[in-house]
């Protein structure tokens, strides 16, 4: 999910005259950084792109930004992922973007946004009224929260992202968590984090009511670290988030099951690597006249000895 309002990014392709090299068709503009907009500085940063055959990137690598840790870098990254080139070209191509100041506070995608660090402290996650009341049984959700933490560890600003289903007050019950959270001191910045509103006994149809997620028409294949040893054969349940361009951001992770149904992990267990480099592999994932929303992916994960 992107929210609009983009600072107009300059750019200058490297080698694109060359008959072997990409050549850029659509290029996304990137976001001014949220974090640079107290000191009201312009910004650059110098990524490096790996493009498919099919001229959809397939890697962004981050060479330099300035100036540093304003996350000129981090939207640039972002901006990169979503470029289309002509086909039949593959290579990697280097680029500038360059960041002039905006006239208005800028905002943010919550695809660019890392991943919250663990909680030192955290409240225990509320059901809403409205969806305990929901089909007379309760009724599941999902939502993402963009949290600014300060440097003391202590949440500062939460805005909401995607709910599902809207209407429940599920993003109002997950910000009274997050808000009362208490992060590692020394982090600051701003992340992205999931609440999982799960009904016990209804998993299942909650899960089966997304839609199956379509073959991409561009895909990447996760780098893994060292997977944790295993020996059961994993089934990772997550919701792949498509954006109205066709590019996804990072998933929402749901579960990690046995083949049998059972949950074979908790969220903070043995998992987490193989949910880490799912969730970096997707943001290079496209779709092609596919919707934008929420869809289910069953990802299967071999037993490691």
Do not use: C, N
């Amino acid at each position: 999910m992107r929210l609009f309002a983009f600072a107009a990014a300059l750019l200058a392709l490297a080698g694109t005259a060359a008959a072997d090299k990409p050549v850029a068709v659509t290029v996304t503009e990137a976001i001014y950084p949220f974090e640079a907009w107290p000191q009201r500085v312009p910004g650059e940063a110098r990524v490096r792109i790996t493009v498919a055959a099919d001229g959809y990137v397939d890697r962004v690598e981050l060479l330099s930004e300035t100036p540093a840790k304003l996350q000129f870098g981090r939207e640039a990254l972002d901006a990169a992922r979503r470029w289309t080139f002509e086909p039949a070209h593959p290579g990697m191509v280097t680029a500038k973007i360059v960041f002039p100041v905006p006239d208005k506070e800028p905002e943010f995608s919550f695809g660019s946004l890392p991943q919250a660090p663990e909680p030192l402290v955290q409240a225990k996650l509320g059901f809403p009224a409205k969806a305990l009341a929901g089909l007379g049984q309760g009724h599941s959700g999902i939502v993402r929260i963009a949290l600014q933490i300060g440097e003391d560890g202590v949440p500062v600003k939460l805005w909401p992202g995607i709910e599902f289903p809207p209407d429940l007050d599920f993003a109002d019950a997950a910000q009274l968590r997050f808000a009362k959270a208490r992060y590692p001191a020394g982090q600051p910045g701003l992340y992205r984090t999931d609440a999982k509103f799960l009904v016990e006994g209804r998993e299942e149809k909650f899960w089966a009511s997304f839609p199956t997620a379509p073959r991409p028409a561009h895909d990447v294949s996760p780098v893994f670290p060292t997977v944790p040893a295993h020996a059961e054969i994993w089934v990772v349940r997550m919701l792949a988030v498509v954006g109205p361009d066709g590019v996804t951001d990072p998933p929402v992770y749901i579960d990690v099951r046995d083949e049998g149904g059972k949950p074979a992990v908790d969220e903070l267990g043995a998992a987490r690597p193989v949910l880490d480099a799912f969730s970096d592999a997707f943001r290079y994932w496209r779709f092609s006249g596919t919707a934008p929303g929420l869809y289910r992916l069953d990802i299967t994960v071999p037993p490691a000895p």
